[in-house]
């Protein structure tokens, strides 16, 4: 992971010294073009797949999950599409059977008899074998490549690994033609803490008590927030209600696709154009499990993140430190369907682009609470992750050592389409994201995923630390 740091070191001094962000280099060519089955062929196949389903009920009943059942053939008539356009690379985009992708994450998110999660790595995954291996498998997987079958059914940690851009329309082009953009053509500033003086009071306001208090009200207070869940919705409003007192700010509901809006929290310094560049932080506000219209509590994903960003935005407008010291906007975002292929993050990123909004920054927080060695009072471990944007995964290195130096600082990559700021990347926005670990590492959260992903595994003192951290990020890039 330290190679990672050392090209970190030599990346960031572009980023510092240069007005422009480093090109993304994204090839724009297109890998697989199924088109859209009918709905005739949709409901033919749903025909079959219902028939083979009461066979093998048996032998797959282990994998199966009462989503699968409810949504059998559900996206032939339901509000989902019965094929949804993925993104697992900058150059492979393909339709993907709805029915294929569900059956596929029963796979994925496949327990064993304890209720143990399974993991299956991409690499070491044998399509072939899966596509023999059930009868409704060969039929609904015939035309979905090799590729995407492991990026749906394997998958690393919490990674999601694909863009779902069905509903974004013409993003595929956008999304093809990304280059990171020059926000404003200020560069960042040198970090110096030094130099921010009142980060002191912003930090002093940090509290452990509040983080406690919003992870607990997202893990506890709603079974499950998985995006198309009944209550989808509820979790969203629920943030919303929390962020809407906050001094001299404007609460939106960006509604998506599905019942889960992405919430929006925006905060603007007097001196602020309507063309200034904004700077964004994010988190998701949706979580999954094996049985994710049950319960999912996912108090580290993402409720941790979630709450961070809240509490960020909170003491940012609190204090008033935006209206006084800031020279750009503030948005904190909580993303709804981010385990569904990033889709809130994808429809808000789009629609920021197309309006040609300006984004200097955006800072992502996934999975923020749980330490593997919590109960004593040691270092807290913040991971930067070090792709896509390596001069910014460097200047948050450097800032997280600067400002919060009691943490131990460290890089691991995430890969494509890990987490929502992804969804930002592939539009060319500069982009970075903290985490507790990796989705690759060996210390990654083991309850994630799970039902067992309650706030009383996290480790809140040292969440406190990634409040900390994205507080200083923010003085840094927003003076
Ligand atoms: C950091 O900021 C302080 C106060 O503004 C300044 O005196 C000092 O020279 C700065 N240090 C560096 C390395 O720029
Ligand atoms: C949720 O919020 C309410 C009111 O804001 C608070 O009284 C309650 O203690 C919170 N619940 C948890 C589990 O933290
Ligand atoms: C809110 O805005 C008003 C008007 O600009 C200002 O007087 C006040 O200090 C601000 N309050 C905070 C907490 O930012
Ligand atoms: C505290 O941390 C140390 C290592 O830093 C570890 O060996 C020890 O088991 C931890 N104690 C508890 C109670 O978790
Ligand atoms: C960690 O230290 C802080 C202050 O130094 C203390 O308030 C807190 O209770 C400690 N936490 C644990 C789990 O020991």
């Given at each position: 992971m330290e190679q990672h740091g050392a090209d970190l070191q030599q990346e960031k001094s572009s980023l510092l010294n240069k007005p422009q962000y480093p090109n993304l280099h994204v090839n724009g060519t297109k890998h697989v073009e199924t088109s859209p089955a009918?709905?005739?062929?949709?409901?033919?196949?749903?025909?079959?797949?219902?028939?083979?389903?009461?066979?093998?009920?048996?032998?797959?009943?282990?994998?199966?999950?009462?989503?699968?059942?409810?949504?059998?053939?559900?996206?032939c008539s339901g509000h989902r599409s019965s094929n949804r356009l993925l993104r697992f690379s900058p150059t492979h985009t393909e339709w993907v059977p709805s029915a294929a992708i569900d059956y596929l994450s029963t796979v994925r998110d496949a327990v064993d008899v304890d209720g143990?999660?399974?993991?299956?790595?991409?690499?070491?995954?044998?399509?072939?074998?899966?596509?023999?291996g059930h009868p409704q498998a060969k039929s609904l997987l015939q035309s979905v490549s090799d590729e995407a079958i492991k990026a749906l059914a394997g998958r690393e940690g919490y990674k999601v690994g694909y863009l779902d851009i069905t509903e974004a329309g013409d993003a595929e082009e956008d999304f093809s033609s990304a280059e990171?953009?020059?926000?404003?053509?200020?560069?960042?500033?040198?970090?110096?803490?030094?130099?921010?003086?009142?980060?002191?009071?912003?930090?002093?306001?940090?509290?452990?008590?509040?983080?406690?208090?919003?992870?607990?009200?997202?893990?506890?207070g709603f079974?499950?927030?998985?995006?198309?869940?009944?209550?989808?919705?509820?979790?969203?409003?629920?943030?919303?209600?929390?962020?809407?007192?906050?001094?001299?700010?404007?609460?939106?509901?960006?509604?998506?696709?599905?019942?889960?809006?992405?919430?929006?929290t925006r905060l603007s310094p007097p001196t602020a154009k309507s063309?200034?560049?904004?700077?964004?932080?994010?988190?998701?506000?949706?979580?999954?499990?094996?049985?994710p219209f049950m319960l999912a509590p996912g108090a580290d994903d993402d409720a941790s993140g979630t709450a961070v960003v809240m509490h960020v935005i909170s003491i940012l407008a609190k204090s008033g430190w935006v209206h006084d010291k800031a020279k750009y906007p503030i948005e904190a975002h909580s993303y709804g369907g981010e385990e569904g292929g990033l889709l809130g993050a994808v429809a808000l990123s789009k629609s920021y682009k197309h309006a040609g909004r300006k984004i200097r920054g955006v800072l992502n927080v996934e999975m923020v609470g749980w330490q593997p060695e919590s109960g004593n009072n040691s270092t807290s471990t913040i991971t930067v992750l070090s792709d896509p944007n390596p001069a910014?995964?460097?200047?948050?290195?450097?800032?997280?050592?600067?400002?919060?130096?009691?943490?131990?600082?460290?890089?691991?990559?995430?890969?494509?389409?890990?987490?929502?700021?992804?969804?930002?990347?592939?539009?060319g926005y500069p982009v970075v994201c903290i985490?507790?670990?990796?989705?690759?590492?060996?210390?990654?959260?083991?309850?994630?995923?799970?039902?067992?992903?309650?706030?009383?595994?996290?480790?809140?003192?040292?969440?406190?630390?990634?409040?900390?951290?994205?507080?200083?990020w923010v003085v840094q890039v927003a003076t």
């Open positions: 009918s709905n005739q062929q949709c409901a033919k196949r749903r025909h079959r797949f219902v028939g083979a389903a009461f066979i093998s009920i048996a032998l797959t009943l282990l994998l199966l999950r009462p989503s699968f059942l409810l949504d059998m053939g559900s996206g143990n999660w399974v993991p299956i790595r991409p690499d070491d995954f044998d399509a072939a074998q899966l596509r023999r990171t953009e020059d926000a404003d053509g200020v560069p960042y500033k040198a970090v110096n803490a030094t130099a921010h003086p009142e980060y002191k009071a912003l930090i002093d306001m940090v509290s452990v008590e509040e983080l406690k208090h919003i992870v607990g009200n997202l893990s506890t079974k499950t927030r998985y995006y198309r869940s009944y209550n989808a919705r509820a979790p969203a409003e629920w943030i919303q209600s929390y962020l809407e007192p906050l001094p001299n700010s404007t609460v939106t509901l960006f509604e998506n696709s599905f019942n889960q809006p992405n919430v929006i063309t200034t560049p904004t700077i964004l932080l994010g988190g998701h506000l949706d979580s999954t499990s094996p049985i910014m995964s460097a200047y948050m290195k450097d800032v997280v050592e600067t400002y919060v130096p009691t943490s131990d600082v460290r890089g691991a990559y995430c890969g494509y389409g890990c987490s929502d700021h992804y969804a930002w990347s592939g539009l985490a507790s670990y990796g989705p690759n590492d060996r210390n990654l959260n083991p309850n994630y995923h799970s039902t067992r992903d309650r706030m009383e595994s996290l480790d809140f003192d040292r969440m406190a630390d990634f409040a900390r951290a994205a507080l200083a």
